[in-house]
């Protein structure tokens, strides 16, 4: 069979790129005329098509000004990994005094339904890189951005915590399925 046959076959199978790229690479050679090699091609090129969104996201150094620029922002840098991540991330995005991207750090994983996150290891990330704030982010595996008490809490603590040693939480986003599904702290009035 053609190349596009062969395409067309996986399209229909997984019924969207989304889905295909969700998929093992054990999964993918498990497909008639498909090998590891080819498998390996299809999964880094899902892998480059992320990594191109992010490099034009981080392109653009703006200031994180309001709730939008964040959401925006988690979005394009972001939203690629997590909104079909299986399990639950937390991420923290460090800004330098002017709220421009330092960089993102992954700070903990999760089950299905919950992250772990412990307020000092942002402190000392944001120490290690002389940030002056924070973004929060995290995923919910079940598409569902509405965020738990267990997610307020932590946030709480998070956020007094940063506060005792002057670094400001601008937000905490919960990413959810979509580019659109984004659930922002800061725009909901729900950070202390």
Do not use: W
């Not at 998929?23 to 498998?39: F, T, Y």
């Not at 150094?61 to 979005?75: E, G, H, L, T």
């Not at 738990?148 to 905490?172: K, M, N, P, W, Y």
């Amino acid at each position: 069979m053609n190349a596009e046959e062969l395409a067309g076959r996986i399209l229909s199978r997984y019924g969207s790129l989304r889905a295909l790229d969700g998929v093992s690479v054990a999964e993918l050679c498990r497909i008639e005329g498909i090998g590891k090699a080819k498998a390996a091609q299809l999964k880094a090129a899902f892998e480059l098509g992320k990594r191109l969104q992010r490099e034009d996201a981080a392109k653009a150094n703006k200031s994180i000004r309001m709730a939008q620029d964040a959401v925006d922002y988690v979005a394009e840098r972001l939203g690629p990994y997590l909104r079909d991540a299986r399990k639950e991330f937390f991420y923290i995005i460090l800004l330098d005094v002017k709220n421009k991207p330092l960089r993102e750090i992954e700070i903990g994983k999760g089950s299905v339904q919950a992250s772990i996150v412990d307020p000092k290891e942002i402190i000392r990330e944001a120490s290690l890189h002389s940030a002056s704030g924070v973004i929060l982010i995290h995923n919910h595996p079940s598409g569902v951005t509405e965020p738990s008490g267990e997610d307020v809490r932590i946030t709480r603590a998070i956020c007094q915590s940063c506060e005792l040693v002057g670094v400001r939480v601008l937000d905490h986003i919960i990413v959810g399925k979509n580019r659109e599904d984004y659930f922002s702290f800061s725009r909901s009035g729900l950070l202390p």
